[in-house]
């Protein structure tokens, strides 16, 4: 029996540094949009749903035929998005009808359908529990750097070995994946025993800021022409 898949792509209104950054546009198209289309076109997802307190992508939602779902709590800075995708899952009780969880943020939009696909199937291949999309330094190579605190230089790592880009990988909200089970159980895809899998910085970019959008904007055109 074919397991089943429920993609969940969070767009709150609030945001502390971007205002209302999940409607902002890269290209013609809203962020939302193109996390949509992404999922749309990995071919993998049985349901998609769009957890919001942002009435205006209801029509968005028909436009592309996925679900909409207005979103009443977790809405804050402060609360988890995992809360909210797993108050969804409560609410909509899809804990019953799917086998794996897949959240995709919105504000990770150079991310590929390809990233989605084999995110997934190493997921199925290493028979994962959790898992969240990371990358690694790469032309990002440094040694030493210093905090500034305060108006004072303080540095920043405790050794003068070098970092090595073979050890360091963050995380990033393009990709997380969880067996519906335990993320009901957790709450959080960050459970036990999680596993990183590596994408690329250019599909694990992450948009916080005005500076994130501006650098977005200029790899998306570039890869675009």
Request: hydrophobic share 40%.
């Amino acid at each position: 029996m074919k397991k089943k898949i429920v993609c969940i792509i969070p767009a709150r209104k609030n945001s502390s540094r971007l205002k209302l950054k999940n409607l902002k546009k890269l290209g013609k198209i809203s962020l939302v949009e193109h996390t949509i289309l992404q999922a749309k076109k990995s071919n993998i997802f049985d349901k998609i749903y769009v957890s919001t307190d942002i009435l205006k992508l209801k029509s968005i939602c028909v436009k592309h035929d996925v679900e909409f779902f207005y979103r009443k709590e977790y809405v804050d800075n402060i609360s988890s998005v995992s809360l909210a995708t797993h108050d969804l899952i409560k609410k909509k009780k899809l804990n019953v009808s799917f086998d794996f969880v897949i959240q995709l943020m919105v504000t990770c939009p150079l991310r590929k359908p390809i990233d989605i696909q084999k995110s997934f199937n190493n997921f199925i291949k290493k028979k994962n529990n959790f898992q969240i999309s990371a990358f690694r330094i790469s032309w990002l190579h440094f040694s030493w750097a210093y905090l500034l605190k305060k108006n004072e230089l303080i540095k920043y790592f405790n050794n003068d070995k070098a970092i090595s880009d073979n050890h360091i990988l963050f995380p990033t909200g393009a990709i997380w994946i969880a067996k519906m089970s335990n993320f009901i159980k957790s709450k959080t895809f960050f459970g036990p025993n999680f596993k990183f899998f590596e994408i690329s910085w250019i599909s694990a970019i992450d948009i916080d800021t005005k500076e994130d959008l501006k650098n977005v904007k200029l790899i998306y055109n570039s890869i675009k022409n």
